[in-house]
């Protein structure tokens, strides 16, 4: 079955600093990866869609990019309303599986 | 503006069923998907189905199969999910999530607030 793999699955890191989160597919699925960001109890947000386009009203410190079977997601200076559970999910064919998610702390 | 409203807080025994519905507005509702996705306590996200607004249309994730059914009534714009022969593992929350049928590209943009089913005895 289609599996989504994300690492690390959490990590933790100063305000500031650059962050990068990987998402790997088990099959090529070309450019149709989404992320999305939740905080504690509320409902997941999307980020980027197609690997690399910025949904609007996201902040431009966030990017994605990748095609295939490997993407990433990056956050260039961390702030502390970037606390949150980051889920990757192929947005093409079923399953639209999501990935185990990476939970980002403040350091 | 756009928003998609869910059906309150449920509470179900093992073996029952449940009808979760999500209700559109702010946009023409036939030419977006409505995808179910839901989480468990303390987890991840998980996908179950989705469902197009226009053609009534369904695609279901396998474990889901034989249990869940989408359906959507286009003159209320409102899209449903129903689950049978619930059990404990079911206990999560359910989210309603749109995706655009004329923009492939786009992922989930819109998120209902999600709804908490409990299963219990």
């Known amino acids: 079955d289609m599996q989504m793999t994300q690492s690390p699955s959490s990590l933790s890191a100063s305000v500031g600093d650059r962050v990068t989160i990987t998402c790997r597919a088990s099959?090529?699925?070309?450019?149709?990866l989404a992320w999305y960001q939740q905080k504690p109890g509320k409902v997941p947000k999307l980020l980027i869609y197609a690997a690399s386009n910025l949904q609007p009203g996201v902040p431009s410190r966030f990017s994605g990019s990748g095609f295939g079977t490997d993407f990433t997601l990056t956050i260039s200076s961390l702030q502390p309303e970037d606390v949150a559970t980051y889920y990757c999910q192929k947005h093409e064919n079923v399953p639209w599986a999501f990935g185990q998610g990476t939970k980002v702390e403040i350091k | 503006q756009v928003e998609v409203v869910q059906s309150g807080a449920e509470v179900k025994q093992p073996g029952a069923s449940v009808k979760v519905s999500c209700k559109a507005s702010?946009?023409?509702?036939?030419?977006?998907?409505f995808h179910w996705v839901r989480q468990a306590p303390g987890q991840g996200l998980e996908w179950m189905a989705w469902?197009?607004?226009?053609?009534?249309?369904?695609k279901y994730a396998q474990k889901f199969q034989d249990r869940v059914t989408l359906t959507r009534d286009t003159s209320i714009t409102t899209a449903f999910m129903e689950m049978r022969r619930l059990n404990t593992d079911d206990t999560a929350t359910y989210f309603c999530?749109?995706?655009?049928?004329?923009?492939?590209?786009?992922?989930?943009?819109?998120w209902g607030q999600g709804t908490t089913v409990t299963v219990s005895s």
């Open positions: 999530a749109r995706d655009d049928d004329y923009n492939r590209d786009n992922a989930l943009d819109i």
């Open positions: 099959q090529d699925i070309r450019h149709y």
């Open positions: 469902i197009n607004c226009n053609t009534g249309a369904t």
């Open positions: 702010g946009y023409t509702f036939s030419d977006y998907y």
